[in-house]
């Protein structure tokens, strides 16, 4: 049963750093980019995630991995990020090709995190999904939406109640995921029968019934199998 664990899994091993504290690197300098300059490299990176978007083959994306690699932006966590889910869309393996590229940006962020985490959820990997969000919280990095709808999808394919509660609960301390209807849907279909009912009886705003998105059924199979 995969659990939200401290294990983390050997390609993204990083020291642990708590939240609160801000991240100094003491032998490093930030480098001065003139505002020209970085309106260049935006630039760039939009040209680099429409080549990727077209990219139909795996030869085709290391062809552009290659040239990101010689423009020195492989340090980009949005240029990766794409670069993971045109993996997925082409059905590579996040073990074989994705995990390394992973390993290679020194500071991902939040979305490059999910992309390698709904990555190995395609692969059925489902273990994995869970380690890499756990080293993301390690380094101290807030989910964003994507991250919980993927990893609520973990916890229905393995109907692993247990680890849809702690997402939920997750959820609940980080706070700002409850406007999004299907984590907040699957969030309360994972909550204990008490916090359901206050839920329920608290709620304040339910959106309208044309809006409401019904859970689909292996959330509720998980339920009955506590």
Excluded: W
């Excluded at 290659?66 to 073990?95: D, F, G, P, T």
């Excluded at 992309?115 to 380094?139: C, H, P, Q, T, W």
């Excluded at 973990?154 to 609960?169: K, W």
């Excluded at 998105?213 to 959330?219: D, E, T």
């Amino acid at each position: 049963m995969v659990s939200l664990s401290k294990k983390l899994i050997a390609p993204i091993i990083r020291a642990s750093i708590p939240i609160s504290k801000p991240i100094k690197f003491p032998d490093e300098q930030i480098p001065f980019i003139p505002f020209s300059k970085l309106q260049e490299i935006k630039h760039l990176e939009s040209q680099l995630i429409s080549t990727l978007e077209e990219c139909r083959n795996l030869a085709q994306i290391k062809q552009t991995h290659s040239y990101i690699i010689r423009k020195c932006l492989h340090q980009s966590s949005y240029i990766m990020a794409k670069l993971l889910r045109m993996l997925s869309k082409i059905n590579v393996s996040m073990e074989s090709y994705g995990g390394r590229v992973f390993s290679q940006v020194r500071y991902p962020n939040a979305f490059l995190y999910t992309a390698l985490i709904r990555g190995y959820l395609v692969d059925g990997m489902f273990g994995e999904s869970v380690l890499v969000y756990n080293s993301m919280r390690k380094d101290g990095l807030v989910p964003v939406t994507f991250t919980f709808t993927a990893l609520l999808k973990v916890a229905a394919s393995e109907m692993n109640v247990n680890l849809g509660r702690q997402l939920h609960g997750e959820s609940m301390k980080l706070g700002g995921f409850s406007e999004d209807l299907f984590v907040g849907n699957a969030s309360t279909i994972f909550s204990n029968d008490e916090e359901r009912e206050r839920t329920l009886s608290t709620s304040a705003a339910v959106p309208p019934r044309e809006n409401y998105v019904k859970p689909r059924l292996p959330y509720t199979f998980a339920v009955e199998r506590t």
